[in-house]
């Protein structure tokens, strides 16, 4: 049945194309040049101006030890790279963390990383990271950077000073001063991050669209080796000869993330057309990239049986028995506005602060009573099996 959807819809794609330009095959040739080269500059970060890596310099965990800890700055342009290369950067994970950064606390984490480099494996430090604390964490950084308000140069100041703080109440003692690296400096900056016996706390900054994007991950170099964290994805380990390889990967795939979807200025200017045209050629082939939805199969082979089971559950469920369907969501982030907002009025629409104070992150539990159209539901600051049924006995 999706196949023949399928082919219908291309059948028609090509009669609305036909219709609408009288030399269907030389633009249907254009179309799909145009479109892909627009897809080749977006997944090479088209759009990313630079990348700034700020790295600090500290003992291991507040001793004087013979182990440096880093955290660099740098402004690295993106470079032209395949749909391969884009994806390479993953052939060098060892541990995948989950539900990855989903509280958006990459400084958070990549300070819990730190404390945690040199315990176990790569799989018992992505399982020791606590999402909660890591927030807590975020939510110093943040309000001790936020404080600090003038000119762009003393901002940059005030996250350099409270990334230092940080570490301290870390107890990982920062030494001497930041340094940082431009975009002809990418090689002296990677040489820094591999130096053996070095760990890094590194803030990447890209620009796009004239504004800035920063995002915190970390390095350590031991005999030869680099093991790198990264919040959203999980640990990497490379040998030096490959670091700048892996490295420029990874800013590359956050370049394609930057531009997540193709626009019509940039696909206009790669292919030499005007905008208008650009538009012409999507609406005919019934493109849309500013849509998108999503879907779930399931591979399951029991799954149907599975189904109808849960259907006829509610349908027909055993005499004298409660019925009732539960879920969570987790990671929940409790924030709080600085200044309270303006309600809905005639003439104007609700406001709200645009700052905020993060209370950690947590967890939702729910269940519906269909029956008697009743939501039962639970706010808990922990993760716990036991508030399931809990939330269910609540109703009995």
């Not at 800035?212 to 350590?220: F, G, K, L, P, Q």
């Not at 940039?266 to 012409?280: D, L, P, Q, W, Y």
């Amino acid at each position: 049945m999706l196949l023949l959807r399928s082919a219908e819809l291309s059948r028609r794609t090509r009669e609305r194309l036909e219709q609408s330009f009288p030399t269907a095959e030389e633009d249907k040739q254009q179309a799909d040049s145009i479109v892909q080269r627009g897809r080749t500059r977006v997944r090479s970060g088209a759009g990313l101006h630079r990348l700034e890596i700020l790295t600090h310099q500290s003992v291991e965990r507040g001793c004087s030890s013979s182990k440096a800890l880093s955290s660099s700055d740098d402004d690295v342009s993106s470079a032209e790279s395949s749909e391969a290369d884009i994806d390479a950067v993953f052939n060098y994970r060892i541990a995948a963390l989950n539900n990855a950064n989903a509280s958006q606390s990459c400084m958070g984490l990549a300070i819990q990383w730190l404390r945690l480099r040199d315990e176990g494996e790569a799989s018992y430090r992505m399982e020791a990271l606590d999402l909660d604390h890591a927030s807590d964490i975020q939510n110093q950084y943040e309000n001790a950077a936020g404080s600090v308000s003038g000119p762009r140069e003393q901002r940059e100041a005030g996250r350099i000073s409270a990334r230092k703080t940080l570490l301290r109440s870390q107890d990982l003692q920062p030494v001497g001063e930041p340094s940082v690296f431009h975009a002809d400096r990418q090689s002296t900056a990677l040489q820094k991050i591999a130096r053996d016996g070095s760990a890094h706390l590194i803030s990447l900054c890209f620009e796009n669209n004239g504004k800035r994007v920063r995002h915190a991950i970390t390095a350590s170099s031991s005999e030869g080796s680099v093991n790198l964290f990264d919040p959203n994805y999980g640990e990497f380990s490379t040998t030096l000869p490959e670091l700048p390889s892996m490295f420029q990967n990874l800013m590359t795939r956050y370049g394609s993330r930057l531009n997540g979807h193709l626009q019509l200025e940039s696909m206009a200017r790669a292919a030499g057309i005007s905008s208008t045209t650009v538009h012409k050629l999507w609406a005919a082939n019934d493109l849309k990239p500013h849509l998108t939805r999503t879907f779930k199969l399931s591979n399951d082979p029991q799954f149907e049986e599975k189904f109808w089971d849960v259907i006829g559950l509610y349908l027909a469920p055993p005499d004298k028995a409660l019925v009732l369907c539960c879920d969570e969501k987790s990671q929940v982030q409790a924030l709080e506005r600085t200044q309270p907002g303006l309600p809905l009025g005639i003439g104007h629409i609700q406001t709200k602060s645009h700052d905020y104070t993060r209370h950690g992150t947590v967890t939702l539990f729910a269940a519906l009573d269909y029956l008697q159209g009743k939501l039962i539901s639970s706010i808990e600051r922990q993760h716990r099996h036991s508030r399931v049924a809990g939330v269910s006995q609540e109703d009995q």
